[in-house]
Structure formats: structure tokens, C-alpha cells
């Protein structure tokens, strides 16, 4: 899980959810280029927030499998 934000962490889920609202919307056009922008920026932020999840879930599965797995 990633570390304790300042602000409420959405989950994976939420996270990927409204990553693929924001690629829908700056795939279907019709924004200005400052709303462009700002969706780029939040898709950036929620493809963050979803790497840091899955990063921690891979940390967890390696020290549930242990050394061994190797």
C-alpha cells in the first residue's frame, strides 16, 4: 500500500476508474487546452497512485513467498 498520504488515497480501483474517465475524455477532444493539461496532469497523478499499489502488492507477495521462490 503506498504511504500514509496528507490527503484521502483513493484506492486502486477508484484510482484506475478515473484514470480511464480522464483518457476518455482527453481521447474524445472537444477540451481546451488548459482542461487538456489538467487532465494530463491528474491522469498523471492517478497512473502514479495505481503503480504505488501495485508496487506494494508486489512487495507483499514476495515476502509472503519468501527467498525461497526463487
Do not use: H, N
Not at 491528474?42 to 501495485?54: P, S, T
Amino acid at each position: 500500500m503506498p504511504d500514509a498520504p496528507t490527503q484521502q488515497q483513493p484506492s486502486y480501483e477508484e484510482a484506475r476508474e478515473e484514470l480511464i474517465e480522464v483518457v476518455r475524455t482527453l481521447e474524445a477532444g472537444g477540451t481546451t487546452l488548459e482542461e487538456s493539461l489538467a487532465l494530463w496532469e491528474r491522469g498523471e497523478a492517478l497512473a502514479k497512485v495505481c503503480q504505488e499499489w501495485l508496487d506494494g502488492a508486489r512487495k507483499r507477495l514476495d515476502e509472503a513467498i519468501g527467498p525461497d521462490a526463487d
